[in-house]
């Protein structure tokens, strides 16, 4: 069920760490540790790092033997020292999206700068005074769209970052009955998509290019 669940979640909102404490476990035999290989599995599928804490030494050598540790990220002593490691990977996930940031930044501010400008071309505004803009250059592809095209769907991973230089796109969301609702709309300077520069979480609107 909780997996079920996690699959309608946005991907910054979903269960990343998942700690099993056996501390109060004192026997288990080979029945009961293929359903947490089961469960393990289907984690792992999930992308859900799984944690044991407080393994008995008997436990352990079972685990061992049915080889269930080689599935999971790690085993420790206590669970305090379990919770502890899982607030050390989210410190440094969160210090990796801060840099990112940090360096994305400045190309925010230049683009705003650009947008209120009539130059002819938005993007080489932007990355035309920064001092990175020869590193960017090596991930830019131009993308021409006609009326009507698709840019972004709903439940696509979010992979990549739009500039728009010209012509319209707008935003739609996508009732259960199919029907589109728009929410928004895009013109010139305007940039979509930024999250894709720190995570690849599900779409959920539609981009749609109004005019090319």
Not at 61 to 73: A, D, H, N, P
Request: proline share 2%; net charge neutral.
């Amino acid at each position: 069920k909780l997996i079920e669940e996690q699959r309608d979640v946005p991907n910054v909102r979903r269960i990343a760490y998942l700690i099993f404490d056996w501390t109060n476990v004192y026997g288990t035999d080979f029945s009961g540790l293929s359903v947490f290989q089961d469960i393990v599995n289907l984690l792992r599928k999930e992308r859900v790092m799984v944690v044991f804490t407080g393994v008995g030494e008997k436990i352990m050598q079972l685990m061992l033997r049915e080889e269930l540790l080689q599935s999971i990220t790690g085993v420790y002593d206590t669970l305090d020292f379990g919770v502890e490691w899982v607030e050390e990977q989210l410190l440094e996930w969160a210090f990796l999206v801060r840099s990112r940031w940090l360096e994305f930044r400045p190309l925010v501010k230049l683009h705003e700068v650009a947008k209120n400008k009539a130059k002819h071309d938005a993007l080489e505004e932007v990355l035309s005074d920064i001092g990175f803009s020869h590193e960017l250059w090596k991930y830019i592809t131009r993308l021409g769209l006609k009326k009507g095209e698709t840019l972004v769907r709903p439940g696509e991973r979010a992979t990549s970052m739009y500039i728009v230089q010209q012509g319209k796109v707008s935003a739609y969301f996508v009732d259960e009955m199919g029907r589109n609702r728009k929410v928004c709309s895009y013109t010139r300077g305007a940039y979509i998509n930024e999250c894709a520069l720190f995570t690849t979480a599900e779409q959920r609107l539609k981009v749609v290019a109004e005019s090319p």
